[in-house]
Structures are given as C-alpha cells and as structure tokens.
C-alpha cells in the first residue's frame, strides 16, 4: 500500500483496496460504539440484529442466520436476551409453529430511532463533501465489490 501523504492511501492493488476498506468499516465500528456507549444500552451486535427486525419485521432466527452468516447458537443467546429485555416480541408461525417470527416491540423500535439517527448522522459525516453523483457512484461500485464477493 503506498501513501501519498499521511492518512491517504493510494489504491495500487486489490489487496491495497481491501485493506481501505476494512480501515474504514473499523472507523465505523469504533464510532458506533462509542454511540452506542453514549445512551443506548446494546452491544453493537444487539444493535445489528433489532436494526434486521426493524427492516424485517416477522423473519425468523433462520432468516437472521442466512441474512448475517452467524452462528445460530450466538443468535438465539442474543435473540432470547432481547426478548427477555422486552424489545423483540416472537409469535408463533401459523405453518410450522416450530418458527417464531419476531418483530420490534414499541420499546424495540424506540431504540432502533436512535440507532438509525445515529447511523444518518455518521453517513453523513462519512459522505462529508461528496457530491450526490459521487455518493451514488460509491454506492454502485460497493455493491458491485459485495456481489463480486457472494458465494
């Protein structure tokens, strides 16, 4: 990876890109965090998986599992803590009552308001100075790099 002048790094490499971006998904991990450690009372990965049910509202553990690659024990933990919380309610799936489709609780979608607000707000400052076209353009050529990197 070559460096141009401090902080900045020149993609010379596909190795160099990936590089760039894990520097700055751990730029957003660190701020979410400290979000997160400023008022609402979630590990970031119980952040992840109320923000899934908030979009998904009636999927199931399984889903959440497919949707994320995680380990279906480490979900049902965080699951089953969430829901002892009161901030994710399940109901039994009327064609295999051995699913549970959960969703937010009201007090579950309180929070996910501070989570998306808080994300906006980073979004915002990581796009600082970025054009729409630009903004767009970053978008598409990500989500060329996710689809290139699917099994």
């Not at 992840?48 to 279906?72: E, N």
């Amino acid at each position: 990876m070559s460096t141009d002048r401090p902080g900045r790094v020149q993609a010379d490499s596909s190795g160099d890109l990936l590089e760039l971006v894990h520097a700055v998904m751990h730029q957003v991990r660190a701020r979410q965090q400290l979000a997160l450690r400023d008022g609402v009372p979630l590990t970031p990965m119980e952040a992840r998986v109320l923000r899934f049910f908030g979009r998904h509202p009636g999927c199931t553990q399984s889903d959440l599992a497919q949707h994320s690659g995680r380990d279906k024990a480490q979900l049902a933990r965080l699951i089953t803590g969430l829901r002892e919380r009161g901030l994710l309610a399940g109901q039994a799936d009327p064609a295999d009552r051995r699913n549970l489709r959960l969703r937010l609780t009201d007090e579950g979608e309180a929070l996910t308001r501070v989570l998306r607000q808080s994300l906006r707000k980073l979004g915002a400052q990581a796009a600082a100075g970025l054009s729409l076209a630009e903004r767009e353009q970053l978008t598409a050529l990500l989500q060329r790099v996710h689809g290139n990197l699917k099994e």
